[in-house]
């Protein structure tokens, strides 16, 4: 179990690897590293309030969520609970896998998260590094002693992986076919609302909207890289496209 656990579909997760890191001496990564101390900073942020809400947005359920969007799929087309069933499937498998790729990656690579670079304090003993933690070695980025991320460090790449399988059944709007577009929605929980709620909603047009929202949402609430972002999107569309060409091929 846990991180020993095989994934379902993939032979390993080891395969699906996204690139490494960029240097803690390049300009990508000093960018990367103040710009989520600048916009995901719990306190004296840069962000705008609608940056803030849409970083909570996806602080939500992420299973709850995808599945709800499955169900959604499911009933714009009309389908049966056969096809229900299997897209419900698509959903989780890939979910799965995904998530254990991207542990695989972390432990492959050990990069820091943001909280750990921009205040090197915040490491705790758990035997990957010393106590306080490293300093990168580079005079541009500042650390900052008690620095803490907007929210709470969850999963990501569980998110970002479950779009593809989705853009494959992305449904069409009944609009005249000249304006035709591909639309869906996405519920969460509304902070402002009463417990257990699920009232926050967010609309996409294209799949990549949807992409780009959650990377950019999980940089404005201080949980991961521009760049780890886009590697969540490479990883999950990577396991995504191999988890359906191999067990989810086209029926009659």
């Known amino acids: 179990m846990g991180g020993r656990r095989a994934p379902i579909?993939?032979?390993?997760?080891g395969p699906v690897l996204p690139d490494p890191p960029p240097s803690l001496q390049s300009l990508e990564?000093?960018?990367a590293f103040n710009q989520i101390?600048?916009?995901g900073a719990l306190i004296g942020s840069a962000r705008t309030d609608e940056q803030t809400a849409i970083a909570k947005f996806y602080s939500a359920n992420v299973i709850r969520q995808f599945n709800r969007v499955g169900r959604e799929i499911a009933d714009a087309r009309g389908v049966g609970l056969l096809e229900m069933a299997r897209l419900a499937a698509m959903v989780n498998l890939v979910g799965a896998d995904a998530l254990m790729s991207t542990f695989h990656a972390k432990y492959h690579y050990l990069f820091w998260r943001p909280v750990t670079a921009i205040d090197p304090s915040a490491v705790i003993a758990d035997g990957f590094g010393p106590v306080p933690g490293y300093d990168d070695g580079n005079p541009a980025t500042v650390e900052q002693t008690g620095w803490r991320p907007l929210l709470t460090t969850p999963n990501t790449r569980n998110t970002l992986a479950r779009t593809?399988?989705?853009?494959r059944r992305w449904p069409r709007c009944s609009a005249p076919s000249s304006a035709r577009t591909r639309s869906i929605s996405i519920s969460a929980v509304r902070s402002a609302g009463p417990p257990g709620n699920?009232?926050?909603?967010?609309?996409?047009d294209m799949p990549n909207d949807l992409r780009q929202d959650i990377i950019h949402a999980r940089l404005w609430a201080g949980l991961h890289y521009h760049?780890?972002?886009?590697a969540g999107v490479v990883v999950g569309r990577q396991v995504a496209n191999f988890d359906l060409r191999?067990?989810?091929?086209?029926?009659d």
């Open 9 to 13: 579909c993939l032979a390993e997760p």
């Open 29 to 31: 990564w000093v960018e």
């Open 37 to 39: 101390k600048a916009y």
């Open 164 to 167: 593809p399988q989705l853009r």
């Open 198 to 204: 699920f009232d926050a909603v967010r609309h996409f």
């Open 227 to 230: 760049f780890s972002g886009v």
């Open 246 to 251: 191999h067990a989810f091929r086209p029926v």
